[in-house]
């Protein structure tokens, strides 16, 4: 099972960026996908972006649209979730997560994915 493990979380304001990273154990399969959620307190783990590891197609919750960019570098085999413009909204535990497959669509249902990191914590205060 692959290992994920992220970073860059912390507490920003009103309008401020935050990069996370979210780092691999394994080599994720070239068919594969990788997915940002995020869960706040009292709610429901949401889908927040992923994007297939092969071609880099990118998929993003309406929320995020514009705001946030998610990205990979294979060789490092390193996710990001590069976040702009953040709002109070935005604060949660993001969790980085992985499938082995890219076929059969689904990428924003967290039931979707074999493996899951542990968390971050973004704050913002407004």
């Known amino acids: 099972q692959v290992q994920l493990v992220e970073s860059g979380g912390g507490l920003v304001q009103d309008g401020d960026s935050l990069r996370l990273s979210c780092a691999a154990s394994?080599?994720?399969?070239?068919?594969?996908?990788r997915g940002w959620f995020r869960q706040a307190p009292g709610k429901e783990r949401e889908f927040v972006a992923a994007?297939?590891?092969?071609?880099?197609?990118?998929y993003y919750a309406d929320s995020v649209k514009g705001r946030f960019s998610i990205s990979r570098e294979k060789s490092a085999n390193t996710l990001y979730l590069q976040m702009n413009t953040l709002k109070p909204e935005d604060t949660a535990v993001y969790y980085c997560a992985a499938r082995r497959y890219e076929s059969g669509g689904g990428f924003h249902l967290p039931s979707a994915y074999d493996s899951w990191g542990q968390g971050t914590q973004v704050t913002v205060s407004s």
């Open positions: 394994q080599r994720i399969s070239s068919t594969g996908v």
């Open positions: 994007i297939t590891w092969n071609r880099g197609s990118t």
